[in-house]
């Protein structure tokens, strides 16, 4: 299951998280966003004992993005202890976001 993340829990749901975040920055309006919508619920239900994953939507929750210089979404970060170990622009398929997830998380 995903979650959804504001400015104002980000700190205590990505940084302070025990294991590894996938956040997934995305907006209303981006048509690849909501492509890949689907499958980031599906990796959050496959990989869910693994790692946690996070929805923030960049117009409610604006800091978060500024902060991690997002420029183009959908943009996926993966964080570990506070810190980002990984980012992907763009759109993916699932097998592409599956196998990215496995290979840092």
Known sequence: MTHKVSDQN???EVLKADGPVVVDFWAEWCGPCKAMGPLVDELANEMG???KVVKVNIDESPNAPTKYGV????????????QVVDTRVGSMSKTQLNE???SVV
């Open 10 to 12: 980000f700190e205590t």
């Open 49 to 51: 004992e693994k790692v």
């Open 71 to 82: 420029r183009g979404i959908p943009t996926f970060m993966v964080f570990k202890g506070g």
């Open 100 to 102: 990215w997830v496995a």
